[in-house]
């Protein structure tokens, strides 16, 4: 399985990647192991999707990237984006 996921950073903006081990990339992420997050820590992992292929995973994360799939994310995680503490 692949993985298509999306990180809630500290400064409230979307983090989206892909990878075939979720525990492990989160860990990472959280841990400051990756350079393009470890400035927004805390974060939180607040979607995923599972994928077949790494090939769909990676045009998922992309898709995701657009101003359309960023829509998307915020349609729906509205509930949890508006009861989320600031």
Do not use: W
Request: glycine residues 6%.
């Amino acid at each position: 399985m692949h993985y298509t996921y999306v990180l809630l950073l500290s400064n409230k903006k979307f983090y989206i990647g892909s990878t075939s081990n979720l525990k492990l990339r989160l860990k990472d992420h959280k841990n400051g192991r990756v350079k393009s997050t470890r400035q927004f820590l805390p974060l939180e992992l607040v979607y995923f999707e599972c994928c077949f292929s790494k090939t769909d995973a990676i045009k998922r994360e992309y898709q995701l990237k657009t101003g359309f799939g960023r829509g998307y994310l915020r349609r729906r995680l509205e509930n949890f984006l508006n009861n989320t503490p600031t």
